[in-house]
């Protein structure tokens, strides 16, 4: 029996798209980190002081309380007021402030603010969806979170051709501050969503197949363009109107047909009405359970999970707060940089999509869904040892941040479907929380202490350029990337009779053998 809340579910997804898009936009940074280095006379340090601001808004964990206690729609409304208030007192400081000795000071309190206003869209987006669709979690947050890492990507190759330097913010602040007014048009709490029927689910299953299918399409058409304007920048202005059009119209694209996925799901189901039940997809035995935080603080799972998520978050926040300066050392222009900006968020995308359509395939088959942290944390490793190997080649630099974009968008796939696995969905936005300081802690060891670090000791006053750049920094995070492996691994193990799959009982596989009704 279909309920009323079928079609706004789907709605409240669209919507949900256009929210947490604005909230990535807080990977662009690495976008006009070095214009912005330049326009306050800025050390590499400060710089990535201001990045570790801004990660620290973001990830600060206040935002799922908030959540918890007043509901997506406030949070929503709260995050777009700060993230749009950050980006335009970041532009300010830039074009009437700048430069003098507490221009870092000001700079670091507005990243902070962008960056916490992040985390309330964040939260708001990824909440609604896992409690909308219950028993596909793992597929809508793949799919917020792609969003989520496609937004740099998104405003780079629709705005770097109409506002370049510290003017990209002005794009930013309107972006990341209207769009998601815009979508809270749409958008409502709702409540936690009991899981529908093995048939419904699977419709279910087949329109957010569909819809991610048009988001990996959308990705990989922003990728040609990132990389035509590194081959062949365009300087006409009808490539650029092109270019700025094709973004727009795709991205309408993919949000109408979250908006009527309703309509395409009751077309679905019409179809499957018929179906036996024995053709359902097996779902896990053992019960849902809600832990408060202060359980939650006291399981070794929830240790465990930080423990694995650190270096690999450690891993991608360092790659995309110093890409600038990575790419720049290897003898990249500023254009490279912007593009490498675009490939990482694409890569990042493709990620977190990804992984939250395997996630939900592995637990369909009773395995636990850590297996898939192991493997992103390993692919972290690799992509580090890539960076190292790499020299001061441009290319093989674009290909080893492809693999860390990957990496890192498939982590932040897994932290929150794992946080509602293992710790349940009616504290989620609490223990999600929990969870998120462990990101911040991670900016703080490997982009801010690490790597500036390495970066000084090989550079002069005109900066640094070299592979000795970063290359220590890419080899201490690798061998962190493979610890965090091990991590994960632990707590597959921990956790794999949670993911147990029901078996029949032997009566009634002998009865379906025998073709009679068992009622």
């Not at 109408?256 to 996925?261: D, L, V």
Request: charged share 15%.
């Amino acid at each position: 029996m279909r309920t009323p809340t079928d079609a706004k579910r789907w709605t409240n997804l669209a919507a949900s798209l256009l929210i947490i898009l604005a909230g990535g936009t807080v990977y662009a940074f690495g976008a006009y980190s070095e214009a912005l280095k330049r326009k306050l006379h800025l050390t590499q340090a400060q710089l990535e002081l201001a990045a570790l601001c801004g990660n620290l808004g973001n990830y600060l964990g206040t935002a799922g309380f908030f959540y918890d206690r007043y509901g997506a729609v406030a949070s929503a409304k709260f995050g777009a007021t700060l993230i749009g208030l950050g980006y335009g007192l970041q532009w300010l400081l830039c074009v009437y402030f700048e430069s003098g000795d507490h221009a870092i000071e000001f700079l670091c309190v507005f990243c902070f603010v962008w960056g916490h206003g992040s985390g309330y869209l964040d939260c708001a987006a990824i909440g609604s969806g896992v409690r909308a669709f219950p028993r596909r979690r793992g597929a809508v947050v793949g799919l917020l979170k792609s969003f989520y890492g496609l937004a740099s990507s998104l405003i780079i190759l629709g705005a770097a051709p109409w506002l370049s330097g510290v003017n990209f913010i002005v794009a930013l602040a309107v972006f990341a501050g209207g769009l998601p007014l815009l979508a809270l048009c749409k958008f409502e709490d709702v409540a936690d969503r009991a899981p529908e029927s093995d048939s419904i689910d699977n419709v279910a299953a087949g329109v957010l197949s569909s819809l991610s299918m048009r988001v990996v399409a959308f990705a990989l058409v922003a990728l040609f363009i990132a990389v035509l304007r590194v081959v062949r920048p365009p300087s006409a202005l009808g490539f650029n109107v092109a270019f700025t059009l094709v973004i727009a119209v795709g991205l309408a694209w993919i949000v109408r047909a979250a908006a009527r996925g309703h309509k395409r799901e009751d077309g679905l189901f019409e179809n499957r009405e018929d179906e036996d039940e024995e053709e359902d997809e097996p779902t896990p035995t053992t019960p849902e359970h809600d832990s408060r935080p202060c359980a939650t603080l006291g399981s070794p799972s929830y240790w465990l999970l930080l423990l694995a998520i650190l270096p690999g978050t450690g891993m991608g926040l360092m790659t995309i707060n110093n890409l600038g300066q990575i790419i720049s050392a290897r003898g990249g222009q500023a254009s490279t940089q912007r593009a490498a900006t675009a490939v990482v968020s694409v890569a990042n995308g493709l990620g977190r999509l990804g992984c939250g359509a395997l996630a939900d395939r592995i637990v369909q088959r009773g395995r636990p869904r850590a297996v898939l942290l192991v493997a992103a944390d390993l692919m972290g490793a690799l992509a580090m040892f890539l960076f190292f190997v790499s020299g001061t080649s441009v290319p093989m630099a674009l290909i080893a941040a492809a693999v860390s974009g990957a990496a890192y968008g498939a982590i932040w796939t897994l932290i929150p479907t794992l946080a509602a696995d293992l710790f349940g969905r009616k504290h989620f936005g609490a223990n999600y929380a929990l969870i998120l300081p462990a990101v911040s802690l991670a900016a703080v060891l490997f982009s801010t202490l690490l790597a500036p670090a390495i970066y000084a000791r090989h550079a002069d006053d005109d900066g640094c350029a070299g592979a000795a750049c970063f290359g220590t920094t890419f080899l201490a995070t690798a061998a962190a990337c493979g610890g965090g492996a091990v991590m994960a691994l632990l707590l597959g193990v921990r956790s794999r009779k949670r993911y147990a799959i029901a078996e029949p009982p032997e009566s009634l596989l002998a009865a379906a053998r025998a073709g009679e009704t068992v009622v």
